[in-house]
């Protein structure tokens, strides 16, 4: 038996890593040999006592491992559930056959498929997590004994004690002994892998199949594939066969139901818990209101005044009033939302439920936008239902088609008629003149499905009729959901005004409108994709668009394409949000309600920013497809670029942190640096942002800031002392003006007594005494205010104390005036005038 149970453990994960899970869902195998396996080696004689006893005791964990019930045989019932899945499916429809079925047939069997693949992915995981410590037992088994075997042959041929001989032979044989007992369950794991194969192999080929009827279906959409209805005769031999048909395949789709309820995945207990949750919230909301209507009619609908939102009270009360309604619509939408892949027996069942209360929750206004409408088109859905009963004779559902496309065509022209013929029509503005296209585009629709009926497209004739009304009905779904959505949204924000938090009062408004608009994008979004998926054109146009964004473009080692590239904008761009929304969390909600020395709540959202930043942009990389190897070869180009013409870029980004770690300067300080005066309004990681008292935005490297001469005028307080300098007349008295002075300062609003104002004489002057005074505050920010207050009051107080202020004065001598001036400034300026004359005739005698 040597060497089996190595060859069984190798079969075995050659066995379960040959069968792939589902395309989607695919687990990896785990990495239980991290490192190549080493040769065989002798131990050393010193070590084989401590070796001897740990691999003794390995040895026995491993016989009563084995000896327990195998975790394998509880995973063996699972599989059989899954087959017997398969095999029913496999029995009903060869492939050949499922070209002759419906669309939305073939629809719901490939959701049941990729159900089955789903389950056997989930199976698969459990089967690897099972038999991995079997495997792992089985290779260090093997390893040892081959050490020990290794050590057998040393001992031999040299000379080792007989005690440690013998314990190695004992050794050997009790290692042996552990690799049989292993036989038996890794026998078992591998026979249930290798049918676990064959069963995976019959779901991958059931899936195709699928895929390839649909595809067949689509392509011959165009065809001719009946004779035209006036030369169409029932066959009566069909009829039977047709009624086999859709009683098993109402059995198939309610197992299909009960297996999918069954398989609890982790989105159906979310959703089951959502609308547990939901339920009495809405019942509470509605006792609520009606408390409050009850306690003051004429103010229960109305919005509170402080909240900033603007609520739809008639929207808000009418879903209010309706909680049961309101929450089968929603438990509705959320099945067709986080259920994509339920059943379609399940999603056809949800949106029935939701008949009623679709047309219960419609606002008021939109009688006046969509008049009649919903009602049509919830009418024509339900009868568009019950065509399921006329599947078992070709002629009379092809008649029961043409006649619901007619009555839909004229219920359509009649709705534009109408609306036309209203004074109001309601279709006015954005959503009305959708309104108004969208039923002509159906107008075209279902008059193209008629004649294709009539001239023999029967596949063509039900496509477009089952398109227009199916789509128009799940456009009304979504409006009465988004309409329930938005009231509730609207009540939750307008609260908004009262919460304790300031975040939340000043941005209920915006976060509201956001919210909305999020809504509306998912909702329009789901609306096109089940349109053209009734209209039989998404998976051509997905299959399309994938072909593009997965082609990839081989640049060296490097391998890029567009879908890598749309994935990394993406996610640089919710980096780059979360990243924002982090820090402004940090310093509005967070960092300012705990006491922290100055400057360290904006380093920490700062460094926080740029954190969340760089992780996004590794993630965002990594979503993009880019590998180890590959950002290796980026980061090397990175480097080449610093040592080239980056060393500037990275001195300020290290000065950045310089400047978050050790906080010289801090937004909000007035800084002199290089010249520049003013206030510091934003610290990045490679700038700073000073704003000028001058109004200009100064940015400087922040290695500038390192590097430079720099003043901060508020780094540990906002203090600031303010010097002025005045003169007064000498035949002052100094004594009275330090006194008439000081008192005058200590006066002032804003300066400080301690430090205590100077007052000093600091000498004689040409034409005054000179005093300088010196003067402290606490308020730098107002500094230049409290100055000028100080100076006001300053001379006033010099005045009122008839203390001279002397000002520089200047003698004008005229030596040459005119007549006329003269004889206004005076007789003086006369004699001055003739003087003048006189010198002049003096110094030039008359020739």
Known sequence: MRGITRWLCALLWLTMAAAPAFAQEKTALPDITAS??????????????????????????????????DPTDQLSPRLDAIAKSVDEKAKLFRASQLRALPVMRLESFERHWKFDARRFARWQ???????????????????????????????????????????????????????????TPLARQIALGRRAN??????????????????????????????????????????????????????????????YGAADFGNQRFLHILQLLLLPVLLWLALRTRRAAAVAPDTADAPDASAAP?????????????????????????????????????????????????LRLL????????????????????????????????????WYHLVLATLALTMTLWLLWRARAMEHSGLEGRIGRAVHVAAWVSVLLLAASIVSNVIGNVSMAEMLNSGVIDSGYFGLVLYAGMTVAVALLQLLFARGGDARSQIVRDHATPLLTLTVRLLTFVAVIGWVVFTTNRFRIFRPLYAFAESILTHAFQLGELSISLGHVLVFMVSVYVAFWAAKTTRYLLQEAVLTRMSLPRGVGNSVASLTYYAVLLLGVLVALSAAGFKMTQLAFIFGALGVGIGFGLQNVVNNFVSGLILMFERPIQPGDVVDITGTSGRVREIGMRATTIKTFDGADVVVPNGTLLSEKLTN?????RNRRLDVDIGVGYGSDPAQVTSVLTHTILQTPGIVSNPEPAVLFTGFGASALNFSIRAWTYDYDNSANIRSDMV????????????????????????????????????????????????????????
């Open 36 to 69: 190549a396996p080493k040769a065989p080696a002798a131990i050393p004689v010193a070590d084989i006592p401590l070796r001897a006893d740990a691999d003794e005791r390995f040895a026995e964990s491993v016989i009563l491992r084995a000896r327990e019930v």
């Open 363 to 398: 606002p008021p206004q939109s009688t006046r936008l969509l008049g009649r409408w919903p009602y049509v088109a919830t009418a024509l859905y339900l009868l568009e239902r019950l065509s399921f009963f006329f599947l078992s004779n070709s002629l009379v559902y092809r």
């Open 198 to 259: 064959l069963i995976d192999a019959r779901i991958q080929a059931g899936l195709r199949a699928v895929a390839d009827a649909i595809e067949f279906i689509d392509s011959r959409l165009i065809r001719f594939d009946a004779q035209p209805l006036w030369a169409a005769a029932p066959r009566a031999s069909d009829e039977g066969d047709a009624m086999t048909s859709i009683t098993n395949g109402i059995g198939i789709e309610a197992r299909f139901m009960a297996e």
């Open 792 to 847: 006001t009051r300053m001379f006033i107080a010099l005045n009122k104390a008839g203390i001279e202020l002397p000002f520089p004065q200047q003698d004008v001598h005229l030596r040459s005036v005119s007549q006329q001036a003269g004889e206004r400034l005076g007789p003086r300026a006369e004699a001055a005038r003739r003087a003048d004359a006189d010198g002049d005739g003096a110094d030039h005698p008359p020739g």
């Open 713 to 717: 005028w508020t780094l540990l307080d």
């Open 125 to 183: 995981d459990d089967m690897r997590r099972a038999t991995q410590p079997y495997a792992m037992d089985a290779a260090q088994l093997a390893q040892r004994r081959a050490d020990w075997e290794a050590t057998q042959v040393a001992a031999r041929a040299g000379n080792m004690p007989a005690a440690l001989a013998n314990r190695v032979d004992a050794l050997v044989a009790q290692l042996k002994a552990a690799e049989q007992s292993l036989s």
């Open 310 to 358: 603007t609520v739809d009270t008639d929207a808000t009360t009418r879903v209010l009033r309706r909680p049961i309604s309101s929450w089968l619509l929603l438990s509705m939408m959320g099945v067709l939302a986080f259920e994509p892949d339920a059943p379609l027996l399940l999603h056809q069942f949800a949106m029935l439920v939701a008949l009623v209360p679709v």
